[in-house]
């Protein structure tokens, strides 16, 4: 089994310094509930419009225009969600368009002597155009391009990014190998006069579809880039997720974040935190997507998806 150079390439060329403290880290979230109950093992996954979010890449895999729905209810009042177009007849060729937004809810608003005297908001927002195109056979690039805008009360900042991916599949071997260098980019204004780093992430995965049984797997690794911790602490940022084909319109998904299960570890467990659980199921063309993730003793995160013809 023989990866491409390219693929190679963009893994050490376009791979960035990892820092501690960066800002718009709902970028980090995946709002698709198919994504999220898989782990977020999704980067060499094809055939869904919320790859626009994962591997602008996978796109070219996608033979219709399709609309995509999700909502995610988060801890708290915290809320988020996402929409997702893909065209397949652009006058550019194919194109993803996606928003993704996050909802904090209210807060109480304070003086330095705790008398309070009102209440402020607080929300992120990402705004992305994507395209993909297949350059040679078995081979897929594709790029994104992102505005993204945080508010917090009366304060603003805003931000550009793009994210670049690519795909290689050996259909032989019923394998794909995907790559993807996600959120490059920098602030175009600040909160308070100091830039913060975005969320950059370089992961590499892979999909296999074993012979004679109805799931793929997948396998990724996150945070690459990041620089500032040892190539073991890397390798550990894993991913593993199934979906199972019950049956022509039914999908059993399972999932495991390892990044999130060791973040949320209390003392010495970590309970079911990482693990995740979903369901899809189509009706004529029209797809329903429930997940379910596990914070352990913290809580639980449910989101719920609809893909339709468009």
Do not use: C
């Not at 999909?207 to 690794?221: A, C, D, G, S, Y």
């Not at 945070?223 to 199934?242: I, V, Y």
């Amino acid at each position: 089994m023989r990866v491409p150079l390219v693929i190679v390439t963009l893994a050490i060329a376009l791979s960035a310094d990892g820092r501690s403290q960066e800002t718009y880290r709902f970028l980090r979230t995946d709002i698709s509930p198919r994504v999220a109950a898989m782990g977020g093992a999704f980067v060499s996954m094809q055939g869904d419009p919320n790859s626009l979010f994962v591997n602008p890449a996978a796109l070219s895999s996608i033979q219709d225009d399709r609309l995509s729905f999700s909502y995610m209810d988060h801890l708290l009042d915290i809320n988020a969600g996402s929409v997702s177009l893909t065209l397949t007849e652009s006058p550019i060729g194919l194109l993803g368009l996606g928003i993704v937004y996050m909802h904090y809810g209210s807060f109480e608003q304070t003086d330095q002597a705790a008398n309070q005297y009102g209440t402020f908001t607080a929300s992120d927002l990402a705004i992305s155009a994507a395209t993909s195109r297949t350059i040679e056979e078995n081979l897929s690039l594709g790029v994104a391009l992102k505005f993204i805008h945080s508010s917090l009360g009366d304060f603003r900042s805003q931000a550009v990014a793009a994210d670049l991916g690519a795909i290689y599949t050996i259909p032989e071997e019923r394998i794909g190998i995907g790559i993807a260098l996600q959120h490059a980019g920098f602030q175009l204004s600040t909160y308070a006069g100091t830039r913060e780093p975005l969320p950059t992430d370089l992961r590499i995965g892979i999909t296999k579809r074993p012979e004679h049984l109805p799931v793929q797997l997948n396998f990724n690794i996150h945070g690459l880039n990041e620089t500032d911790r040892s190539l073991w602490e890397r390798l550990r940022q894993f991913s593993f997720g199934a979906e199972f084909e019950m049956s022509s319109s039914l999908r059993l998904r399972l999932g495991l974040n390892n990044r999130v299960r060791r973040d949320l570890k209390l003392g010495t467990s970590s309970g079911l935190a990482g693990f995740s659980i979903g369901v899809g199921f189509g009706v004529s063309r029209y797809l329903f997507d429930y997940a379910f993730n596990s914070y352990g003793s913290v809580g639980g995160l449910h989101r719920l998806g609809i893909n339709a013809p468009f």
